[in-house]
Structures are given as structure tokens and as C-alpha cells.
């Protein structure tokens, strides 16, 4: 086991120097940060100073071994177009981002797990099948058409919900939230949906399909054969049995929800991470997209890492390997 722990701390810090080698060198060439930072009818004397402040003047080489020895400390640098710390600017825009993806997390499973089962056991053979093409429809529509519909729908006609902005919002020990206002559960409900729709589709027919895989198996049809009800079958074995790979799954889904709430958050005017991301490359602010990148990386890795060390501990054979 401890061999297995080194040996995925390894790979880890493998991966993400890579993806802080890639970040950092993609992004020098989008444009140089000097010409948004200062006016047009600055000096090429003002110019030369600001690019010697920033380090730019440097070898990619040094600029990328200082970039990763900073990260290494916590420190992501100084962002060019808000001159504050990144990390801040991160830290700030975080509870936002992590508090839409929970929402439709929670969404996903409370729709998504009673629509599987409704699907699986249902008689109407018309309307199951109607749900499942509607929700193939729905998930093969772009995000940004989704969340354009929500709010023409629920914001322009019907009133219901607000457009953008996240509402009232709460400080609690330095962590602000929405979920304690009226306003933020309105101004939330809207980019959650957008958000899990896809989740719902995925939880109703992963769901769906290990539900009935469940009910071929023989200690199914033994409990079959004791007259036991069908309702406890149902939902006391079959289900039961069904959830572990659904949950599972939509674990590994909450990496790819924060980084894909991008489009949601810039449709929704949410004040998260991906919006801070798209302000971020409007204005070539290369400390704060490479922070960003690194950052939602080290979240995929870690979430990757701990299903991985889970595994271990719940199944014998993977220990064996």
C-alpha cells in the first residue's frame, strides 16, 4: 500500500508540472500583457519598465522555474489587469463556483436517481420512452443554448428567477454564501439546472442500465423465489446495489462541473472561477489563467487519486494487482 501511495504521488506531481509547463507556455503566446495594462500613448521607457517589473524580459526557462517554485509556496503571482494577488483573486471567486457545482450535484442525484428508477420499473412504455428522448435532446444541446432558454423562459417571461448575479450573500468565517438568502437560492436555481443537466441524463441512464444489469443477477432472483415483496427487491436490494457506480461516476464528474461551470457562470454573470477565468483571457491576464488552469487541474488529479486510494481499501483484487 505505501508503495502504491508513492508510486500515485509521483505520477501526480508529474502531471501537473506538465500541465503547469503547458499552461504557462500556451499562454505566451496570446499577446503581451504591457499593451492592456498600459495606455496606448504610453512610453517605450514606461513599457521597458513595466516588462522588467513583470519578469517578461527573462528566458521562458527562468520565467516557468520561478512560476513553479512560486506555485510550489502558494503564491500564483500578481494579476496584470487587477493588480492584487491570484491567489486572493482565486480564493474570492471560489466559495461561488464550489457552491454552484454542489447545488447541481445535488440536483443531479435528486432528479436524476428517481427518474432512473421511475424508467427502469415503469409500465408505460410511451412516456419512458418520451423521457429518454427528451433528456437526449436536452443533454445534446450546447450549454450555452441551455442556459439561453432557462432565462428567456423563466427569467423574461414567467419572472420567476433572476437572469444573472448570485443574490444576497452571507460572510460566515470568511466563506460568503447564497444558500442562506432568499435571493441566492432564486438567483441560483437557474445556472444549477444549466449546470446538471447533463449530470441528470448521465445518473438516469447509468442508473437505468446497472438497475437492470441487478436484476439478472441470481441472488435477485432467489429473493424472487422466497416471496419476498417486490417493493423491498426494488429498492432495498436492486437499487441499493445499483448506486455505488453512480456515485462513483458523479464523483469523478465534479472535477469536469467546475471546470465546464465556465460557460454557465459567463451566460449567468455568476462571480465565479470561470468567469474570472474569461475576464482573465479578454485581457491576456497570464497569471490568473495559468493559476486557473493549474488549479482545476489539481482538482481532477486529487479527485482521481482519492477514488484510486478507495478502490484499494474496498476491493481486495486491486490491492492484489
Excluded at 39 to 56: C, F, S, V
Excluded at 100 to 127: D, E
Excluded at 153 to 178: A, D, K, M, N, Y
Excluded at 226 to 248: A, D, E, M, W
Amino acid at each position: 500500500m505505501i508503495a502504491f501511495l508513492i508510486q500515485r504521488f509521483l505520477q501526480a506531481c508529474g502531471l501537473m508540472m506538465s500541465v503547469a509547463l503547458i499552461a504557462f507556455v500556451m499562454f505566451q503566446f496570446v499577446g503581451d500583457p504591457v499593451d492592456g495594462m498600459l495606455p496606448e500613448n504610453a512610453t517605450q521607457i514606461e513599457r521597458d519598465e513595466l516588462r522588467n517589473k513583470l519578469g517578461l524580459n527573462d528566458s521562458v526557462l527562468t520565467q516557468y522555474t520561478r512560476f513553479v517554485g512560486n506555485i510550489a509556496q502558494g503564491n500564483f503571482g500578481i494579476s496584470y489587469y487587477n493588480q492584487s494577488d491570484v491567489f486572493s483573486l482565486i480564493a474570492e471567486r471560489l466559495p461561488a463556483t464550489l457552491e454552484l457545482v454542489f447545488v447541481a450535484v445535488v440536483m443531479s442525484l435528486a432528479i436524476g436517481i428517481p427518474l432512473g428508477v421511475w424508467v427502469t420499473f415503469s409500465k408505460n412504455r410511451v412516456m419512458t420512452s418520451l423521457v429518454q428522448t427528451l433528456s437526449l435532446v436536452g443533454v445534446s444541446l450546447p450549454s450555452f443554448v441551455v442556459g439561453i432558454l432557462l432565462i428567456i423562459v423563466f427569467s423574461v417571461w414567467l419572472g420567476w428567477f433572476p437572469s444573472h448575479g448570485r443574490g444576497e450573500i452571507t460572510e460566515i468565517g470568511g466563506w460568503s454564501t447564497g444558500l442562506l438568502t432568499v435571493t441566492g437560492w432564486q438567483s441560483i436555481i437557474l445556472p444549477a439546472m444549466s449546470l446538471a443537466l447533463f449530470m441528470i441524463t448521465m445518473v438516469m441512464r447509468l442508473l437505468k442500465s446497472e438497475m437492470q444489469e441487478t436484476l439478472r443477477a441470481d441472488y435477485i432472483k432467489f429473493a424472487k423465489a422466497r416471496g419476498i415483496k417486490q417493493r423491498s427487491i426494488r429498492y432495498k436490494h436492486v437499487l441499493k446495489n445499483s448506486l455505488l457506480p453512480v456515485i462513483t461516476v458523479v464523483g469523478l464528474q465534479i472535477g469536469g462541473l467546475i471546470a465546464f461551470a465556465v460557460v454557465t457562470e459567463t451566460i449567468f454573470q455568476w462571480p465565479g472561477m470561470g468567469l474570472l477565468f474569461i475576464q482573465a483571457v479578454n485581457y491576456v491576464d497570464i497569471p490568473v489563467i495559468s493559476a486557473y488552469l493549474v488549479f482545476i487541474s489539481l482538482i481532477f488529479v486529487t479527485i482521481n487519486t482519492v477514488v484510486d486510494i478507495i478502490y484499494q481499501f474496498v476491493d481486495p483484487r486491486m490491492r492484489a494487482k
